[in-house]
């Protein structure tokens, strides 16, 4: 399995972005379904997540309002839209996928698979 993330880029205080994430598997099926940051200097978080084939979603209260998750289904790709970015979002972008898609994962030991990250600058 494998999950491939990009959309990463430099970009101004105040722009947007949007990464995609798609999974890959030589049998069966995997699902990519949360988005993790990590800034310079600090550990990786989680940020946002969304259930599988439904309408829930978590989001960290620092991208609250300004991000947003959302999976296509029929491409098996996941994507985060940011919009109002800040010179604080800077960082590499992880998407993951969980332990159990049976509910929304919402903590970092519910996900198992991280894919190589994409980086994100905000410049201010």
């Known amino acids: 399995v494998q999950l491939q993330a990009s959309g990463g880029g430099l970009v101004p205080a105040g722009g947007s972005l949007t990464l995609s994430c798609a999974a890959t598997?030589?049998?069966?099926?995997?699902?990519?379904t949360g988005w993790f940051r990590q800034a310079p200097g600090k550990e990786r978080a989680l940020i946002a997540s969304i259930k599988l084939r439904g309408s829930t979603t978590y989001y960290a209260d620092s991208v609250k309002g300004r991000f947003t998750i959302s999976r296509d289904e029929a491409k098996n790709t996941l994507h985060l839209e940011m919009n109002s970015l800040k010179p604080e979002d800077t960082g590499v972008y992880y998407c993951?996928?969980?332990?159990?898609?049976?509910?929304?994962?919402?903590?970092?030991?519910?996900?198992?698979?991280w894919g190589q990250g994409t980086l994100v600058t905000v410049s201010s």
């Open positions: 598997t030589r049998t069966g099926s995997y699902y990519a």
């Open positions: 993951a996928g969980p332990r159990s898609v049976r509910r929304i994962a919402t903590t970092e030991s519910e996900f198992e698979l």
